[in-house]
């Protein structure tokens, strides 16, 4: 039986982005012009309402056609804005969360930002994540680890240990055995390599540092990481790697000599409650003692200035395309001391100062609203608004349950999926979204394959990741089939043997990150939905002269009628597992199968 969609396409429309904003990246001082789509809404007067100096200010509309335009003045670093429509049904308040009919705070006004917003670059980027100890071995630098003491040595065939050995087990892999791996990126057409923490510590994962000085030697050291740099930058690949601004490892340097004496400077970089042995840490974990940012002098160390850790690795020779920032949401917090924002705009205008056009994007798993307001960070890693619902409809509740600490993610449908993805993006800026890094699973959760509830499944949920707003990034080894139901087992090395590769979801990776670097609606163009059911979602991607009709399914549903009014035209080119629509009279008949992913360029 054929459905048809509700009025989605009929309501009134705006997104921040340039289908909608004549300069989506405004400066202070500018004049941008911004527009309503009004669908088949009838509207008499229009306004749009603003913030200037905390008083409102109001804007009268212009009819356009079936466009309302609006000149909008940005005075303010966050500029927000709303639109009054007067429709037959009443006056309702267009706003990031939809049409409504009742009067909302500003927490979800359509916002803009004055200061450049993310790089300019960044969302024509597919990411991909490597776990440096995991990825790819030259075993030249194995010497350093057999030296350490404290590393438990595997070959890169054994399996990966459980308990309190996982964190200790290495493998032997380096930056000069990525470096020699670079091709398999550039088949897999990514733009960006992000590599977990770099530095020398005690475990494999690295967020214990013992020094921010050098580059670890078991993965080649500072040279190793300079010839990474340059070798990706030649295959035409940006590179960026991962900073802990919330804690050191205990053995680190600042961390001894806090220990050592109490009277000392970096006694200061720390919160001690009884000096010197109790101490607030990660989690409780006393491998992580937390910083204390009331410190100048482990700010002026750490991530303000040009002598900076933050800025030193942004600079000749290593030349990072960006930073990565753990745990960002738990930065220069403790208790009643809340110093996150501040850590977040120094460290930005450190980044700013070396280069504008560096990336800064922060670990968040939740709401990141308070946090990315985008005078900080410039993104956050979007587990939120992608990772979390995609994963509540397309994943088994058995794996989510590895997910996160805690009870785990429970199942939703289709239509719950995008509640949520539109409440995370109503509560932030679109620039802030756009630079956020959307992703499936990372070194921090199970694999998604694992994850979702067939192989079909999770194909589904990489077409949805490449195609949804953001800066999308995978985990090593997801584009070749590996499994793993926790995050220390997803942490795998990986088989460079192509026989063990699952060549369906290498081609289908393939295909999907071509896509997204092909399509500029993909990477820039606005966002809404055509029709959201329990099953299967369609919804557009759009510029001013780029349009894409894309369907994700997790299980068969009807064929779905769409008015070609509302699609403003008849004719639709198949793009990525798509079938020729039927045009039947003044409707598309989009097929309703599944699961599946399909992708539809619109004349």
């Not at 212009?62 to 500029?79: A, N, S």
């Not at 990525?178 to 992000?194: E, K």
């Not at 850590?343 to 609203?369: G, I, K, N, Y």
């Not at 092909?518 to 759009?542: C, H, M, N, Q, Y």
Request: glycine letters at 8%.
């Amino acid at each position: 039986m054929t459905s048809t969609p509700s009025s989605r396409l009929a309501l009134p429309h705006h997104d921040s982005s340039s289908r909608h904003v004549d300069e989506p990246s405004p400066s202070v001082g500018d004049r941008v012009t911004v527009s309503v789509e009004l669908g088949d809404e009838q509207v008499g007067s229009a306004w749009l309402r603003t913030v200037r100096d905390g008083e409102q200010d109001w804007v009268e509309g212009i009819h356009d056609g079936d466009h309302l335009r609006f000149e909008l003045d940005c005075t303010q670093t966050v500029v927000n804005y709303r639109f009054q429509l007067d429709t037959k049904a009443g006056p309702r308040w267009l706003t990031g969360d939809g049409l409504l009919d009742w009067d909302p705070p500003d927490t979800n006004d359509f916002r803009l930002l004055t200061n450049g917003g993310g790089p300019s670059w960044i969302t024509d980027h597919v990411w991909y994540q490597i776990f440096p100890d995991r990825f790819a071995t030259t075993g030249q630098y194995r010497h350093h680890a057999e030296a350490t003491g404290w590393a438990r040595l595997s070959d890169w065939d054994d399996p990966v240990a459980h308990g309190p050995d996982a964190m200790t087990q290495l493998y032997g892999g380096d930056l000069d055995g990525i470096t020699r791996q670079l091709q398999h990126l550039v088949d897999l057409g990514v733009g960006g390599v992000y590599l977990t923490p770099v530095f020398p510590a005690r475990s494999n994962h690295r967020y214990d540092v013992t020094t921010f000085d050098q580059v670890d030697p078991i993965l080649g050291g500072d040279d190793a990481l300079v010839r990474l740099s340059d070798a990706a930058r030649a295959a035409g690949l940006r590179l960026m790697t991962d900073l802990t601004l919330n804690h050191t490892g205990s053995h680190h340097e600042w961390f001894l000599a806090a220990q050592a004496d109490q009277s000392c400077t970096e006694a200061n970089f720390y919160h001690f409650n009884d000096h010197p042995s109790d101490y607030e840490s990660w989690l409780g974990v006393t491998s992580l003692p937390k910083l204390d940012h009331r410190s100048d002098e482990l700010r002026r160390r750490l991530y303000d200035g040009p002598d900076s850790v933050v800025a030193r690795y942004l600079q000749a020779p290593f030349d990072m395309a960006g930073w990565r920032i753990d745990v960002a949401n738990m930065t220069g917090r403790h208790g009643l001391i809340d110093l996150n924002h501040e850590v977040a705009q120094v460290t930005r205008a450190t980044v700013d100062a070396v280069d504008p056009e560096r990336w800064l994007v922060a670990e968040h798993f939740f709401d990141a609203s308070r946090d990315a307001s985008g005078d900080g960070w410039h993104g956050v890693m979007n587990y939120a608004g992608v990772t979390r619902p995609i994963a509540s409809w397309l994943g088994s509740f058995t794996a989510l349950e590895a997910f996160m600490a805690g009870p785990g993610q429970p199942p939703r449908d289709g239509v719950q999926m995008a509640r949520t993805m539109d409440a995370v993006r109503a509560s932030l800026p679109w620039q802030v979204t756009t630079a956020s890094m959307s992703l499936l699973g990372s070194h921090d959760t199970a694999r998604w394959r694992t994850m979702a509830t067939s192989d079909e499944a999770a194909l589904v949920g990489f077409g949805l990741l490449m195609s949804l707003p953001g800066t999308p990034a995978f985990f090593y080894g997801d584009e070749i089939g590996l499994t793993g139901s926790t995050s220390e087992q997803a942490r795998c090395p990986m088989p460079w043997d192509p026989s063990e590769w699952d060549t369906r979801f290498l081609d289908w990776y393939r295909q999907l990150v071509a896509l997204r670097t092909a399509e500029v609606a993909l990477r820039t163009g606005g966002f809404r939905w055509v029709d959201v059911g329990s099953d299967a979602v369609v919804f557009l991607r759009e510029t001013a002269d780029s349009r894409l009709l894309i369907r994700a399914a997790r299980a068969s549903t009807g064929p779905l009628d769409i008015a070609t009014a509302h699609l403003g035209t008849t004719e639709a080119e198949p793009l990525v597992n798509a079938p020729p629509l039927a045009a039947r009279g003044d409707h598309l008949t989009v097929p309703g199968d599944g699961p599946a992913f399909s992708v539809w360029r619109l004349a």
